[in-house]
Structures are given as C-alpha cells and as structure tokens.
Nanobody
Framework: QVQLVESGGGLVQAGGSLRLSCAAS????????MGWLRQAPGKEREFVAA????????DYTESVKGRFTVSRDNFKNMMYLQMDSLKPEDTAVYYC???????????????????WGQGTQVTVYS
C-alpha cells in the first residue's frame, strides 16, 4: 500500500510555470507506475501523464505534450510534474496516483490506478 500527498498547486498567469510534487509513503513506491490526472469543474477526471516504475518510460495526453514533463525519484519516493506554458484550460484539480499496471499497457483510464492523493488545485488565469 502507498499513501500519496500532492503539493505545489496555485494561481498562475497564462504562459507561466508550476511544478507539482507527489510524496509517497511506504517502501513500495518503486513497485508502482505513477500517473497524474486532473479534473476540471463539471468535467470527468482525465489523464495527464504517466511514468514507469524505473522512470524510463513516460506517456502524455496530447494537449500537454511539449509543455509538461513527468519525472520521479525513487530514492526520495517522489514524483513531479513540471508544467510550462500553462493555459487557462489547464485549470483543474491535479491528482497523483499509483498503478500496478504499466505504461506500455496503457494508464490513461483512471480505473487503472489503485491509490490516489487528495489533489492540488491549479488555476491558470489569462
């Protein structure tokens, strides 16, 4: 089992940057593929990015490719999402999540994840 806590959200002007962090407790962090998903008001939770157990493989939703970068540090039990060139449509609550699945097998669906953080709000204004 793993407990997840997100941080780093906030209010930022369009074109700006934020770095989200996800701290994991437990000694099994490296046993999970990890993902970032987000949910905007009135919308379903959607996939943003995923990273494999080793960090060697990543996947992104099309709308964030070239702007967002997911990474992890298994020694520190941390995952990150560097978000650059932010747009108002990136406004959402961002969740980190852990999955027993694989990036190669597809982690775009929220049902692929077994453990979730509480979320952190990101608001981008124009």
């Amino acid at each position: 089992q793993v407990q997840l806590v997100e941080s780093g959200g906030g209010l930022v002007q369009a074109g700006g940057s934020l770095r989200l962090s996800c701290a994991a407790s437990g000694r099994t962090f490296s046993s999970y593929a990890m993902g970032w998903l987000r949910q905007a008001p009135g919308k379903e939770r959607e996939f943003v990015a995923a990273i494999s157990r080793s960090g060697g493989s990543t996947d992104y939703t099309e709308s964030v490719k070239g702007r967002f970068t997911v990474s992890r540090d298994n020694f520190k039990n941390m995952m990150y999402l560097q978000m650059d060139s932010l747009k108002p449509e990136d406004t959402a609550v961002y969740y980190c999540a852990a999955s027993s699945g694989t990036v190669a097998g597809g982690l775009q669906r929220w049902s692929k994840y077994q453990y979730w953080g509480q979320g952190t709000q990101v608001t981008v204004y124009s």
